[in-house]
Every structure is written in C-alpha cells, then in structure tokens.
C-alpha cells in the first residue's frame, strides 16, 4: 500500500545528541515537509521540500536540519542546538502540480523525548 | 502572512447532535485552499475535506461539509449526526500561492462526543 513511513514511533534522546527522524514515502510526491506538535498545540512548520536536493525553512528551522537526496526520502535531524526537543514529530507530503487543493498526507509520528 | 484561528478548545457533543467547529483565516493570498484534519488519540492526522477559494459551493464529504463564508474569512467544518468515534482532535489549516504550498495549521479543537 501507498504511504508514508515514520520511523521510529518513539525515540529517547539524550541531552547535547544528535538524533535524526525517518520518513519515507511512496506516494511518488514532490513535495514533504516536517512538522513540530507540542501537547495542546497545533502544527507548526520545521522544514519543507519541493523538490529533490532542495528545502527551505519553515517557522521554528532553528536547531533542525535535513536533507532531500532522494524524492522517497526526507530526514530530518534534530541537533543539540534545539533547546527543547521533546515533542510529536509529524512528516507528511503532498503533490507539487496542484498546489492548492492537494492534500497533504501524513505518516503517524515520532515522538521524541530527551532524557 | 498566512494565519488559521481556531477559539474553541473544548467541544462536548451528545451523540447524534450536529455540532459546528469555527475557523477563520487571514491571508493576502488572491487564491488558496482549505483543509479540515481529524487527529485521534492515536496521533495521525486523517484529512477530511477540502474547499477551494473560488469554489462556488461549499464542500461536503459524507456526514462533513464546510461552511464558507469569504466575506467573513471563515470556513467552519460541520458534522451532522456526530458519532463517538467522532471524538478527536480538529485542526483548520489553508494553504496559498504565495505560501508556496505549505499547510498553515490553527491551534485545533479538542471534540468529546458524549453517549
């Protein structure tokens, strides 16, 4: 079946690691993103994609990174510079053609918590 | 710059009743999208439906259909009949041209149905 994956579903990280966050989708879309959910709390955007060996900031990048090499695949790594890191991770993607009325399509989250 | 507001927390329904969850946007964007999600305990996000700027008519999807009303920048989801596996979190979001695609999310609202 067509999808996104996550992985892990649960992640503990110590303080001052590095820890990077799978995706992966075969949806064959152009375009992914990450995003941030603290409890209570809506979605906000960490980093998207359009394009293979291409991204941009979202609203709180800082103390992320991630890469696009492949168009299945877009990790995101979460540095020691995010002062605070635990949180629900959510990974979604989305065709590029048809920009507005395209869903977005998410993977069922990781949730990280610093130990 | 694009913004989704959500001023329901907490909704609690009895089974079987309508219920109405508000959203209202603001964007400079001349056409753009938007999107209702479904989040259950379990952490994903379900979409549920969809309308267009320029849609003449609001847009229904079975027991959901939306409520837009542009003058007034709103577009609220109603579910008829609700039913207890209805209980989960809402989330309005909307995507623009000049947002480059990207999913705006509110800050969502939690919906108990009660038996």
């Known amino acids: 079946d067509g999808g996104i994956t996550q992985s892990p579903k649960y992640l503990f990280r110590k303080e001052g690691q590095n820890v990077t966050l799978s995706c992966e989708q075969n949806?064959?879309?152009?375009?992914m993103y990450w995003y941030r959910q603290d409890p209570g709390q809506g979605l906000r955007l960490i980093y998207y994609s359009q394009i293979v060996n291409d991204f941009q900031k979202g609203d709180i990048a800082e103390g992320y990174s991630v890469s696009r090499e492949k168009k299945e695949s877009f990790p995101l790594t979460v540095t020691s510079a995010q002062k605070n890191p635990t949180a629900f991770y959510l990974c979604?993607?989305?065709?590029?053609?048809?920009?507005?009325?395209?869903?977005?399509?998410f993977g069922q989250g990781t949730r990280l918590t610093v130990v | 710059a694009q913004k989704i507001t959500q001023t329901q927390p907490g909704m609690f329904v009895q089974e079987k009743e309508a219920v109405t969850l508000d959203c209202t946007y603001d964007?400079?964007?001349?056409?753009?999208?938007l999107f209702w999600y479904k989040q259950p305990s379990s952490g994903e996000m379900i979409f549920l439906i969809y309308?267009?700027?320029?849609?003449?008519q609001n847009a229904t999807e079975g027991r959901y259909s939306l409520n837009f009303q542009k003058a007034r920048k709103s577009a609220n989801l109603v579910i008829s009949a609700s039913q207890l596996g209805d209980s989960a979190m809402y989330f309005c979001a909307m995507s623009g041209i000049q947002g480059a695609q990207k999913l705006v999310f509110g800050q969502g609202t939690r919906l108990t149905i009660n038996p």
């Open positions: 949806l064959n879309h152009d375009a």
């Open positions: 964007t400079s964007d001349p056409s753009y999208g």
């Open positions: 309308q267009g700027s320029y849609d003449q």
């Open positions: 979604a993607s989305s065709l590029r053609d048809t920009p507005l009325n395209t869903e977005a399509f």
